[in-house]
Every structure is written in C-alpha cells, then in structure tokens.
C-alpha cells in the first residue's frame, strides 16, 4: 500500500502563506491524478486542489487564484503553495487520488489561520 505524509501545516495570519507536501512512498502515486482535500471541524472533507500526471490542474472556487497545486514527480511529492490565507482556510488538510481517494489516508497537516 502507498503511504502519505502530508506536512508544512502551521498557524499564520490571515494573509500569510503557507507550502504544503504530500510525499508519496511509491514512485506509482506520479501515475494518478492527486487533489489535496480539507476537513474543517464539524464539516464533510472537501476537494480543494487536483493535478493529473500531466500537470493539468483544477481548484475549488473558494481557493481560486489563491491556491497553487503543483507536483515533482522525481520526488514524489505533490504541493500545495497557499496564500492570501483566510480564517474558513482553517482545516486539516489531506491528498489523496481523485476522484477516488484509493490510498490510505495520512495523518493530515493542521492549518490554522487566524483573523
């Protein structure tokens, strides 16, 4: 089974940034189409950013313009650059294919953005 680590997560300001890495232990996570997903308290996991193995991108309207998806396939690592934080940004955030999250779920990364 592929394992995922995410990590970057933090507490910032509203109007910060913050980089997120999903690092993927098997080199076949470059074939899927990855999105980062969130999960704020209280509230269903939501789809936030997606990329597919040729770079094509997708994002949710909340994050459009804000969010950045990118991936490095040597690395096997798929990133989320985030700015202009807002406080609903506050959530743990996770990746995952889509449509189907077929991998096990990581531990998640915790981003809190205060206003």
């Given amino acids: 089974q592929v394992q995922l680590v995410e990590s970057g997560g933090g507490l910032v300001q509203a109007g910060?940034?913050?980089?997120?890495?999903?690092?993927?232990?098997e080199s076949i996570f470059n074939l899927y189409t990855v999105g980062w997903y969130r999960q704020a308290p209280g509230k269903q996991r939501e789809m936030v950013a997606i990329i597919n193995g040729g770079g094509g991108t997708n994002y949710a309207e909340s994050v459009?313009?804000?969010?950045?998806?990118?991936?490095?396939?040597?690395?096997?690592?798929?990133?989320?650059?985030?700015?202009?934080?807002?406080?609903e940004d506050t959530a743990v955030y996770y990746c995952n294919t889509f449509p189907a999250p077929i991998m096990n779920w990581g531990q998640g990364t915790q981003v809190t953005v205060s206003s």
Avoid at 64 to 87: E, H, P, W
């Fill in 16 to 25: 910060g940034s913050l980089r997120l890495s999903c690092a993927a232990s």
């Fill in 64 to 87: 459009k313009g804000r969010f950045t998806i990118s991936r490095d396939n040597a690395k096997k690592t798929v990133y989320l650059q985030m700015n202009s934080l807002k406080s």
